[in-house]
């Protein structure tokens, strides 16, 4: 798909602020995606459409849980993790994005997987150090990510769980199994 009709199609999707968001993931993603050798062209297309399900309502996404038969663990959680996996299902169902690398990027851009490919790590920390982003700590991973790949993609995730740690709510499986992955394979 283009790159002019993907976004003309992501834009009715999303508000203002939220697009903008987007075309900064597009960006950063592509400069990713050449730095450490992906298809720049899937990364471009996983960025435009990776919050494409931000906005439906909490019972659509709820549904397409059950329908598709995503893990049901995921309504134990928050709702917020919701959208990366419904995610995938509906760019596939309503947009035809058939492209399993494409789909799983956007599937697991929220917490990661063990055994991320570089596509999964382009769009993980891409939507994580996008210039739009401005909160503590992500200068140091912005840092890391013009050097290191791994290094950066795992001082984003060891922030999201310090954060959510801090705030008391509870840290997703496929979080911390991705934490536990990269530990064991960095150090
Ligand atoms: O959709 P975005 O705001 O661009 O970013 P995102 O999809 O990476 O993350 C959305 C939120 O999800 C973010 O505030 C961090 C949070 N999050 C990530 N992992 C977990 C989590 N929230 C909970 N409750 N549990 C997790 O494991
Ligand atoms: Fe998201
Ligand atoms: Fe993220
Ligand atoms: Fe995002």
Partial sequence: MERDEALQIIKHHLPEKRYVHTLGVMGTAVQLARKYGCDEKKAEVAAIFHDYAKYRP???????????????????????????????????????????????????????????????????????????????????????AERNLELAVFQALQNTIIYLVEKRVTVYPDTVDTYNDFVKRIF
Avoid at 91 to 117: C, F, S, W
């Fill in 58 to 144: 909490q019972e659509e996404l709820r549904q397409v849980i059950v329908d598709f038969h995503l893990p049901k663990q995921l309504l134990d959680f928050h709702s917020e993790l919701w959208h990366a996996p419904v995610g995938a299902i509906l760019v596939q169902k309503e947009i035809g994005i058939d492209d399993e690398e494409i789909l799983n990027a956007i599937k697991y851009h929220t917490t990661g997987r063990p055994g991320m490919t570089i596509l999964e790590k382009v769009i993980f920390l891409a939507d994580y150090i996008e210039p739009n982003r401005s909160f503590s700590g992500v200068e140091q991973v912005r840092e890391l």
